[in-house]
């Protein structure tokens, strides 16, 4: 099974691509898609869904793993715009059929390193450290991505031990 992992946002979008045969991962593909500041909305969200739909006619992940919304009420422009970016990433997925899967933060987090509330830091060491990376992939966008993708592989084998039960 092919996972692509996505953390989408406006400014930057981090992917990466694991592979999945039994108790072995392997990684595939990472990196990240920029806009820029001085683009309009459109042109930005075009960015996205331009280079996400490239990706999948290279690598053809049979799901895709993305980060549920979440915003302080404080912020809610920030999840606002946040959503269109996911928006970009839904509409790749459905048009090319693909499985997508929605973890919380917490659960992507605990997925890895048994704490909900891991910093950043810890997640990129996590990812370095299952895929057996010489670094820790950079920038962080990169590692979320990548810890979105390894959740949703675990979260995988769960349910198939569970099915066999």
Request: aromatic share 6%.
């Amino acid at each position: 099974m092919r996972i692509m992992g996505i953390d989408p946002g406006l400014h930057i979008t981090g992917y990466g691509i694991i592979d999945v045969a039994g108790n072995r991962i392997g990684l595939i593909e990472a990196g990240c898609i920029r806009t820029g500041a001085h683009q309009q909305m459109c042109q930005r969200l075009n960015t996205i869904f331009t280079e996400i739909e490239s990706i999948v006619n290279e690598f053809h992940p049979d799901q895709f793993s993305v980060e549920n919304l979440y915003s302080h009420y404080r912020n809610p422009e920030t999840a606002i715009i946040m959503g269109h970016a996911r928006g970009v990433i839904f509409l790749v997925a459905g048009k090319h059929q693909i499985e997508l899967a929605e973890y919380s933060a917490t659960r992507i987090k605990k997925s890895l390193s048994g704490n909900g509330h891991a910093s950043k830091q810890q997640i990129q060491k996590m990812v370095q450290s299952t895929l057996n990376l010489k670094e820790a992939p950079e920038p962080v966008d990169v590692s979320d991505a990548l810890a979105a993708a390894l959740c949703h592989a675990n979260y995988n084998r769960h349910s198939l031990k569970i099915g066999k039960l």
